[in-house]
């Protein structure tokens, strides 16, 4: 008798850990297909290959196996919040003339910071590339992209890299990625 009573009040335990750890694993794949898809959206947003070490998740019966993902950080269009819609958009035909006869970089970084007083204004992903192109050195390049990207008003994974070939060196490209995965 107890020992069959034993036996059955563990089978009935087990029986319940079965169903919570299928369920449990259930909800698991469905965050890893989540994180998954997160993962291939921003690949595609930032025009990046997957590299053949990742791995999709595979099921077997008795367990499921996932390959690492190497950690990113994610890097977004800016937010709906982040963009200021109540300014129209600028006409930076004169903004480009002014960076660009400066004779000082103190003159041009006053002129990029004058472009947020009260607010940063709608540019279009050609305006900020001309803005970018009308800047000399690095620094204010980076700068610019700082002060300026969230007023990106049309800003598009297919615009991302086009937007990229505005920094001429591959550390400057690090650098505003690095920059924009804070944002």
Not at 114 to 141: H, M, N, S, Y
């Amino acid at each position: 008798g107890w020992r069959l009573d034993m036996n059955m009040d563990r089978l009935q335990n087990l029986e319940k850990k079965v169903v919570q750890l299928e369920r449990e694993d259930a909800e698991e794949r469905n965050l890893i297909a989540k994180l998954q898809a997160e993962v291939s959206q921003l690949r595609a947003f930032l025009g990046v290959q997957s590299p053949s070490s990742v791995s999709t998740v595979q099921s077997s019966p008795a367990s499921t196996m996932v390959s690492s993902v190497p950690p990113t950080s994610p890097v977004s269009a800016p937010s709906a919040a982040a963009k200021t819609t109540h300014f129209p958009p600028i006409d930076t035909t004169e903004i480009v003339r002014r960076l660009s006869s400066a004779a000082f970089a103190t003159e041009r970084t006053e002129i990029l910071k004058e472009l947020t007083v009260g607010g940063v204004k709608p540019l279009t992903c050609d305006q900020f590339g001309d803005i970018v192109d009308a800047l000399r050195f690095d620094d204010e390049r980076i700068l610019a992209a700082e002060l300026l990207w969230s007023s990106l008003s049309d800003l598009e994974p297919a615009k991302f890299q086009s937007l990229l070939s505005h920094f001429p060196f591959d550390e400057e490209k690090d650098r505003v990625m690095s920059l924009l995965r804070g944002v």
